[in-house]
């Protein structure tokens, strides 16, 4: 079985700065899909970012990114000039490749709060 | 295009009722999920579907009941709710054949009294 953890149940920065929110997982698949995913106030699930496990090249999307590490099985989001609208509950997510339907995995959760 | 359309959005029920949530994509999407949300817990999965009359246990099955009669369709019913089944519950759906992204509903606020 796959788990996922993420050590930061909340954390804050200020408008403009840079924040990392930490995720590591432990699975003994070898292919596997990686997400974080934010959850605003309204509840809505919004995909933020994804990685491939075999894709050596860190994601990336627009002020977001990754910092996939296999063999330390670590995977980080970095949100660069932080804005008032990235205030949300972030969740890190994981996949096995093939033959999974829709099971993710996901971890508990960090509370981003942008401040002025 | 509406995605998946999650129904009710509130709900307030008392220990013992039963009710279904309903889940509905127009998609086309062979994969549905159900996932509960606690706090301090992340979401946790319930039963998944692979396509219409297949379905199966997921994480948390204890005390709820799908069917998958149509692709569109994937309800979650609560036999004999309890209070420990107080929490948000999401659906999901993705395709089988056009990549990995998983398709959210708005969830459902459900309180057992």
């Known amino acids: 079985a796959q788990t996922v953890t993420q050590s930061q149940p909340e954390m804050s920065v200020q408008e403009a700065e840079t924040v990392t929110l930490s995720c590591t997982y432990d699975t003994s698949e070898s292919n596997y899909y990686l997400f974080w995913y934010k959850q605003p106030p309204s509840r809505q699930m919004i995909l933020v970012i994804r990685?491939?496990?075999?894709?050596?090249q860190n994601a990336t999307e627009n002020r977001f990114s990754v910092n996939f590490q296999k063999a330390a099985k670590s995977f980080s989001l970095k949100i660069s000039d932080s804005q008032l609208g990235d205030t949300a509950m972030y969740f890190c997510a994981f996949m096995k490749h093939s033959g999974t339907a829709s099971k993710l995995t996901f971890g508990t959760g960090t509370r981003l709060q942008v401040t002025l | 295009n509406a995605g998946v359309t999650q129904t009710p959005k509130f709900q307030v029920l008392k220990t013992g009722q039963s009710m279904t949530l309903q889940c509905a994509q127009d998609?086309?999407?062979?994969?549905m999920s159900w996932y509960r949300q606690d706090p301090g817990m992340g979401l946790r999965l319930i039963h998944y579907s692979v396509g219409a009359g297949i379905t199966d246990q997921g994480e948390v099955p204890n005390g709820y009941n799908v069917s998958r009669s149509t692709t569109e369709d994937f309800p979650l019913r609560l036999l004999s709710a309890a209070p420990s089944q107080t929490s948000v519950y999401f659906c999901?759906?993705?395709?089988?054949?056009?990549?990995?992204?998983?398709?959210f509903g708005s969830g459902t606020q459900l309180s057992v009294l």
């Open positions: 990685q491939e496990a075999y894709k050596q």
């Open positions: 999901a759906s993705r395709s089988r054949y056009q990549g990995e992204k998983l398709f």
């Open positions: 998609m086309n999407h062979e994969y």
